[in-house]
């Protein structure tokens, strides 16, 4: 039964990856065959600017990104568990962000925040800012984008809350608990670990899902503000046909995501969240 | 401080259904330092009477009032009551000693006081070795006790458990009865306590509320309950076996009530000695005495036997009693 899964996990994923991996230690353009360079390619990498400002990027991204994304997730979780009429449509606006097609979601916002006929121009008058053209403003905006996109998050989040056994928050009552306190002292602890993993996958997603954005958006502007570390592979492989190259970068990209993720599982036990 | 409900009311909505009375009309005081036990079968009333005291239903008609003071209106947590909920709703993520301390940080009480409460409730319910564990380490029992812990630390005007006990082995519950009567007694805090089991409302109330359908059958101490019950409901319900309740006329009486025998006070005799007689269906042996269930016409008796004294299954046997034992009840059910 698990024969479809294991061949298209082998010819899309494990294939690509092990060609991946191969090619980081060679010269390919893909017109001519890959040259074997041994490590070049990642000593090139050291020496690249552009490489340590698009992973720079990236980090300021996850930094920017995955609070906003946990906030939302836990927010509308916290917003949207009891069962009321209407909520099923609530939830629904709240889950319906994460199934458009990322290129027509980037080109919503494209138009969303663009300086001259876009609704929060219109709104803001002459005090709307043109976000976009401002590196800051371009970073910030499109981790916001990325806000809105939090549904399986919040389907997760919405469990965790859910799962919380409802005599706490009667018991809570009768003690004369306010709900701020309510809410520091019984829910969030007990979604602590949940929002931990959360927090785990967005860092792994966020490190991906900026691709799109920026590749639509902002091209990777303003003065390269927000080339994230896959525009740039992305750009190296099928811009200047630096395969080798592009591969090298995904293998320290694979690295960076691991380290990231071992140092947040060590946290996470040490706090006791999982 | 006393504890006043007066003619509550309470329905649940269902969807395109006609909506469920829970509570019709219930009338009930508690008197300061009593402990009012209600009981009756699932589905009769009792929870939804507490949680509306606790102010976790709103009713829809009536009055509540606390120490008196009319609390209807007010939220759970200005009524200066404390609840031990059936499941205990320990907060699995803090430790005992945070769990009884949680309601006096949120009612902000001094940091110094929450510490010499905490120990003193602890104390008292001798579970002071477990103050830094969770409640997942705890037994039932214990968890029972860091739940009363948590309702005694705040010294509230009353104190509402719901079948606190129910989760509880046998053995466990009837000596945590005797804890927790003691317990309310030595602190002098009017309690109701809800139950579905007749031992503890025969041994641990001051007086018993017996609910059926919404309304209060009966509301009077555990011995008027059992020697003059008010209809064949109460009769039924209260008692180990159950009354034997058939028609008067089985009797040999012309009226058309019911009677009412305790098994306790029926003998079994050799079938030409005695007023009834009948064929055994079925035993419950109990170890010291056997609970024989003998057909009579249409009827099933129930009558208490010594082990050596039974006349064994399928054996046909009489049943004789004295008649002030025979309760009456008129065609309604209700006590003449």
């Given at each position: 039964m698990a024969l479809p899964y294991a061949i298209g996990l082998g010819l899309l994923v494990a294939l690509p990856m092990l060609a991946a991996m191969a090619l980081a230690f060679t010269e390919f353009n893909s017109i001519q065959a890959p040259r074997f360079t041994g490590l070049d390619n990642f000593s090139r990498l050291v020496g690249d600017d552009a490489f340590w400002r698009?992973?720079?990027?990236?980090?300021?991204?996850?930094?920017?990104?995955?609070?906003?994304?946990?906030?939302?997730?836990?927010?509308?979780?916290?917003?949207?568990?009891?069962?009321?009429?209407?909520?099923?449509?609530?939830?629904?606006a709240v889950y319906l962000p994460s199934v458009v097609p990322d290129v027509a979601y980037a080109l919503l916002w494209l138009w969303l925040l663009n300086p001259l006929y876009g609704p929060l121009a219109l709104a803001l008058g002459s005090y709307?800012?043109?976000?976009?053209?401002?590196?800051?403003?371009?970073?910030?905006?499109?981790?916001?984008?990325?806000?809105?996109?939090?549904?399986?998050?919040?389907?997760?989040?919405?469990?965790?809350?859910?799962?919380?056994?409802?005599?706490?928050?009667e018991a809570a009552a009768v003690d004369g608990a306010s709900p701020w306190f309510t809410l520091?002292?019984?829910?969030?602890?007990?979604?602590?670990?949940?929002?931990?993993?959360?927090?785990?996958?967005?860092?792994?997603?966020?490190?991906?899902?900026?691709?799109?954005?920026?590749?639509?958006?902002?091209?990777?502007?303003?003065?390269?503000?927000?080339?994230?570390?896959?525009?740039?592979?992305?750009?190296?492989?099928?811009r200047y046909f630096r395969f080798g190259y592009a591969s090298a970068m995904t293998i320290s990209l694979f690295v960076l995501t691991a380290v990231v993720i071992y140092v947040q599982y060590r946290l996470a036990r040490r706090y006791r969240l999982i | 401080m006393s504890v006043t409900v007066r003619a509550v009311s309470k329905s649940y909505n269902r969807r395109k259904r006609e909506p469920v009375a829970a509570l019709r009309g219930v009338d009930l005081d508690?008197?300061?330092?009593?402990?009012?036990?209600?009981?009756?079968?699932?589905?009769?009333?009792?929870?939804?009477?507490?949680?509306?005291?606790?102010?976790?239903e709103d009713p829809d008609e009536g009055r509540i009032e606390v120490a008196g003071r009319d609390v209807t209106d007010l939220s759970s947590g200005d009524r200066d009551v404390a609840m031990?909920?059936?499941?205990?709703?320990?907060?699995?993520?803090?430790?005992?000693?945070?769990?009884?301390?949680?309601?006096?940080?949120?009612?902000?009480?001094?940091?110094?006081?929450?510490?010499?409460?905490?120990?003193?409730?602890?104390?008292?319910?001798?579970?002071?070795d477990t103050l830094d564990r969770r409640p997942v380490e705890l037994s039932g029992?214990?968890?029972?006790?860091?739940?009363?812990?948590?309702?005694?630390?705040?010294?509230?005007?009353?104190?509402?458990?719901?079948?606190?006990?129910?989760?509880?082995?046998?053995?466990?519950?009837?000596?945590?009865?005797?804890?927790?009567?003691?317990?309310?007694?030595?602190?002098?805090?009017?309690?109701?306590?809800?139950t579905h089991d007749q031992i503890e409302a025969l041994t641990m109330g001051d007086r018993v509320a017996i609910l059926r359908g919404g309304r209060v059958e009966q509301f009077g101490p555990p011995a008027e309950i059992y020697d003059s019950p008010a209809n064949t409901f109460v009769a039924r319900f209260i008692g180990t076996p159950p009354m034997n309740v058939v028609p008067m006329a089985?009797?040999?009486?012309?009226?058309?009530?019911?009677?009412?025998?305790?098994?306790?006070?029926?003998?079994?005799?050799?079938?030409?000695?005695?007023?009834?007689?009948?064929?055994?269906?079925?035993?419950?042996?109990?170890?010291?005495?056997?609970?024989?269930?003998v057909a009579v016409t249409e009827e099933v008796l129930l009558a208490r036997a010594r082990r050596d004294a039974a006349p064994g299954l399928h054996a046909e046997t009489g049943l004789t009693f004295a008649d002030s034992d025979v309760y009456r009840f008129d065609a309604d059910g209700k006590a003449l």
């Open positions: 698009s992973l720079g990027n990236s980090l300021i991204y996850i930094l920017i990104a995955v609070p906003l994304r946990l906030v939302a997730a836990v927010g509308f979780a916290l917003l949207l568990h009891r069962r009321e009429r209407g909520i099923g449509a609530a939830r629904a709307s800012p043109d976000f976009l053209s401002e590196p800051w403003g371009a970073r910030v905006g499109i981790a916001v984008m990325g806000a809105f996109q939090v549904g399986e998050a919040f389907v997760i989040a919405l469990a965790a809350r859910r799962m919380i056994p409802g005599p706490l928050y520091r002292r019984v829910t969030l602890p007990l979604m602590a670990p949940i929002m931990a993993l959360l927090a785990l996958r967005d860092v792994i997603l966020s490190l991906q899902v900026s691709f799109v954005p920026a590749l639509v958006i902002t091209g990777g502007g303003p003065r390269y503000a927000t080339t994230y570390l896959p525009l740039y592979v992305y750009q190296s492989a099928f | 508690a008197r300061d330092g009593e402990l009012i036990v209600v009981v009756g079968p699932s589905g009769s009333g009792k929870t939804t009477l507490l949680r509306c005291v606790a102010g976790l031990v909920f059936q499941e205990y709703a320990l907060y699995p993520h803090l430790s005992v000693k945070e769990n009884i301390g949680f309601g006096l940080r949120a009612r902000k009480v001094d940091a110094s006081e929450v510490g010499s409460k905490i120990t003193g409730a602890a104390a008292l319910l001798g579970i002071e029992g214990e968890r029972q006790r860091v739940a009363l812990a948590r309702a005694i630390v705040r010294a509230p005007s009353a104190f509402l458990l719901d079948e606190p006990l129910s989760n509880l082995d046998a053995e466990l519950r009837a000596y945590m009865r005797a804890e927790i009567r003691g317990l309310q007694r030595s602190l002098g805090t009017t309690a109701l306590y809800v089985l009797l040999g009486d012309g009226s058309s009530g019911f009677a009412g025998i305790r098994p306790e006070d029926l003998q079994t005799t050799a079938p030409a000695a005695g007023r009834l007689s009948g064929r055994v269906i079925h035993e419950d042996a109990l170890g010291h005495e056997v609970i024989v269930h």
